[in-house]
């Protein structure tokens, strides 16, 4: 049941791009990604509700693909600032058609590194 | 809001001993998660609460495993005998409208700090 990320890590210069993909077997009601630093407790950073929304915030956008069960996290012109270990959130539909379970399980992570 | 409050923040013990973490959600929020991190298995959903009713304990590992939400605003996590590998970080989450780090007034779980449990 658990959601898929690849890749499992990712060294980058600043300045340089990244994708994070998340993929899952069962049909999915939302996706949410998390960012955690070394210590620390997952932050959130956004949530994709409906197939085909992609959403973003000046370097850091994401999309999800209701039909292929997916979603992708795009990291932009990286910075020192964006290392930690990403995790998707997948939030799965209670039936084909019907509303949220409410309880997220999250992907294996995928840890980026940023080098100057 | 001082969002997700746990602790303790660290707990050691010794093999056998009874272990109990405290969560206060954010207030206004009427789900709550318990999680356990560790490297070999991520983040694993331990058991969760709507309106401070059990709805899925299916992660919960053993018996020795136990979670109440008497009100609320609180929440405990207990484990009886515990383990050497019960070691772990474990994580309280709400889930409600917040802040997020990027989006403002999200409908997500807020993680609080976490408590680091070493059990010797």
């Known amino acids: 049941q658990q959601p898929v990320q690849s890749p499992q890590a990712v060294i980058l210069r600043e300045g340089e791009d990244a994708v994070i993909n998340c993929s899952s077997s069962k049909a999915l009601y939302s996706v949410h990604w998390y960012r955690q630093k070394h210590g620390e407790a997952p932050v959130f950073l956004m949530i994709l509700l409906k197939g085909g929304e992609q959403k973003g915030h000046e370097k850091i956008s994401a999309s999800f693909n209701e039909k292929k069960q997916q979603s992708s996290l795009y990291l932009t012109a990286s910075q020192l600032s964006y290392s930690g270990t990403y995790f998707c959130g997948t939030e799965r539909r209670k039936t084909k058609y019907g509303g949220a379970t409410n309880k997220l399980i999250f992907g294996t992570g995928t840890l980026l590194a940023v080098q100057p | 809001d001082a969002g997700v409050i746990q602790s303790p923040r660290h707990e050691v013990t010794e093999m056998g001993q009874e272990v109990t973490l405290r969560c206060k959600p954010i207030?206004?929020?009427?789900?709550l998660f318990w999680y356990r991190q560790t490297m070999m298995r991520g983040l694993e959903l331990l058991i969760y609460?709507?309106?401070?009713?059990?709805?899925?304990d299916s992660g919960m590992p053993e018996d020795r495993f136990s979670a109440k939400m008497p009100n609320a605003s609180f929440s405990t996590l207990k484990i009886q005998p515990s383990e050497p590998r019960d070691s772990a970080v474990y994580f309280c989450?709400?889930?409600?409208?917040?802040?997020?780090?990027?989006?403002?007034?999200?409908?997500?779980?807020?993680f609080g700090p976490g408590t680091r449990l070493t059990v010797l």
């Open positions: 207030s206004g929020h009427n789900s």
């Open positions: 989450a709400s889930r409600g409208r917040g802040q997020g780090a990027i989006f403002p007034i999200s409908d997500t779980q807020y």
């Open positions: 609460f709507n309106n401070n009713v059990p709805i899925d």
